[in-house]
């Protein structure tokens, strides 16, 4: 399988920078086609790079195409 495709442009726009910090993250999980597979939001609070590696193990077992990061 490719390499997902993570969005991060939603929530630049929505806060001004990239990803960062800690808090609780939402993630969309979208399909070649561009259908919604999954909404993937953690329980607890993370900071970004562990909850995208959690995104993506999520991503690869529906074996999605892109990750968007929601604001």
Do not use: D, N
């Amino acid at each position: 399988m490719s390499e997902i495709e993570v969005y991060t442009a939603r929530y630049e726009r929505a806060h001004g920078h990239a990803p960062a910090g800690r808090r609780f993250w939402l993630f969309t999980l979208v399909s070649e086609t561009g259908a919604i597979l999954y909404e993937f939001k953690l329980s607890e609070q993370l900071i970004y790079p562990v909850a995208l590696e959690r995104a993506k193990a999520a991503a690869e077992q529906r074996k999605a195409f892109r990750i968007i990061v929601e604001p």
